[in-house]
Structure formats: structure tokens, C-alpha cells
């Protein structure tokens, strides 16, 4: 996973009026992520070098695919061609991993995974997490647009063939950050968690998707995100919480903010 540490500023202000537009350990889609460990046919954990040999072949097989899918898309992604690639059969990563479904749903879930982690770890740089997971999204896809335009796109076309995975992926995180500030005190009495993350959910969702039609470029895109989520939960928190998150929105909307975006 690439790193692209950001030196401390001397306040959380100046972080947001900077537009945080270095997010440090973005992950590239194309590293070696995994950290699942295999196991042999009767399910019991590998140890040794046989175990490392296959948990790397496995991560090299789903960086492999997120490459191939970034540059042909969902519909022309095939095992075979990636097998190719690996210097692999395909019979081998139908034994590793499974069908062609299967290999896309595991490189998603890897990635999206280590976002998360990324953006988890980052958070106090924000008003909250939400909006730092939100950020993780926008600064991935400008990073890495070719892998993300792909995911949204099929995210959101008709087919929708990785709507369930993406979305099992990303909204029980998002789900579980805004209940614990439920928990914490910092959401309004009446706010359901739940009907929040829908409504954010679909914000990003929509501005994503413009961004990938190219009706937005990405400093537009994180723009869109951080307002519309922001200003969403701007009235779902608490009257202490708001001076962070209008912080936080005046700085997305500041001029300086848009030089540092671009």
C-alpha cells in the first residue's frame, strides 16, 4: 500500500481550510492488500511458507483484477485474461478464489476495506468520520480514476452488478460511525443512524456518478461530497457539534480551498 504522509499542521482548522487534499496512505488499487488468512482443503489454517505462498499468491490474483478492471470494466473482465496475466491457469484461481463474480467481489472488498482503515485512522482530522470516509472516497477516485469511474459506473448502471457488494462494503461502515456518535451524544435525539446513512449514502452515490459521466472533475466531485454530507449532518448533530462542521463547509467553499484542490 502506497504512503503519502502528510506533515501535522499546527491546527485542525488550518487541516480543513488546507482542503486536506493529501490524505496520507491512500491505497492504490493495484497493491498487495490482502490480509486474509488461507486455509487448506479441510479448512484448517495454513502455517509456513505454503501458507505466505498462497496468501500472496492470493493478493497478487485480486491486485491483478482491480488492475484488469480498471482498464476494461465489468463487462469485459475475464478470468481467462487475467489468469494470463498472473501466469496462472484459470483452474487455479478458480481454486483460490472462485468464478469470475467471486474475483471481483473479493477485490472490491479488499480495497474498500483498506480505504476504510485509511480513513478510520485519519479521522481526527475531520469534524467526525463520516466525513472522513466520505473525503477517502473522493481523493481515491481522483487518485485512481480509472478504478474508480469503473466501480461507480458499475455501481450505478441498470445491470448494477457490484451495487450488493459495494454496498455491504461501505454502508454498514458508514451505518456504524454515525451510531456511535449517536452513542456519543453528538447526533440530535431524534435522528435515526439508519435513515442518515441512506440519505448520505445517496449523496455520494449521485455525485459519483456524475463525476463519472464527466459531468464533474475531482475537485468538484469532493467539493459536491464534503458540502452535501456535511450540510446533511449539520442538522442531524448537535448545537455544540455545528461550529466544526460549518468550519469545515466554509473551508470547502473558500478559494484556497479550490487552489489546493487542484
Request: proline share 5%; charged share 25%; net charge neutral.
Amino acid at each position: 500500500m502506497e504512503g503519502d504522509p502528510t506533515p501535522p499542521e499546527s491546527s485542525t482548522k488550518q487541516n480543513w481550510m488546507s482542503g486536506t487534499s493529501k490524505m496520507s496512505c491512500v491505497p492504490d488499487p493495484g497493491a498487495y492488500l490482502s490480509d486474509e488468512r488461507s486455509t487448506t482443503d479441510d479448512g484448517s489454517p495454513m502455517r509456513g511458507s505454503r501458507w505466505m505462498n498462497q496468501r500472496q499468491r492470493r493478493a497478487a490474483i485480486l491486485a491483478t483484477a482491480r488492475q484488469l478492471f480498471a482498464q476494461n470494466g465489468y463487462d469485459r473482465f475475464h478470468v481467462r485474461e487475467l489468469a494470463g496475466l498472473c501466469n496462472l491457469s484459470a483452474q487455479t484461481i478458480y481454486n483460490l478464489i472462485g468464478d469470475r463474480d467471486r474475483v471481483l467481489h473479493e477485490a472490491m472488498r479488499e480495497h474498500i476495506r483498506a480505504m476504510v482503515t485509511s480513513a478510520t485512522k485519519q479521522s481526527d482530522r475531520y469534524p467526525n468520520v463520516a466525513l472522513a470516509l466520505g473525503d477517502m472516497f473522493c481523493v481515491t477516485a481522483e487518485r485512481y480514476p480509472e478504478y474508480s469511474r469503473q466501480m461507480s459506473i458499475s455501481f450505478s448502471c441498470s445491470s448494477r452488478p457490484l451495487f450488493e457488494v459495494i454496498s455491504n462494503c461501505t454502508f454498514p461502515t458508514l451505518f456504524s460511525a454515525l451510531t456511535r456518535l449517536q452513542l456519543r451524544d453528538r447526533l440530535r435525539n431524534h435522528v435515526d443512524p439508519r435513515v442518515l446513512t441512506e440519505r448520505i449514502a445517496a449523496l455520494g452515490a449521485v455525485s459519483m456518478l456524475h463525476w463519472a459521466d464527466g459531468r464533474r472533475n475531482s475537485s468538484e466531485l469532493r467539493r459536491d461530497v464534503g458540502l452535501g454530507w456535511g450540510l446533511v449532518l449539520l442538522g442531524a448533530v448537535e448545537p455544540r457539534e455545528q461550529p466544526q462542521i460549518e468550519d469545515w463547509l466554509g473551508s470547502l467553499e473558500s478559494p484556497r480551498s479550490e487552489q489546493a484542490l487542484a
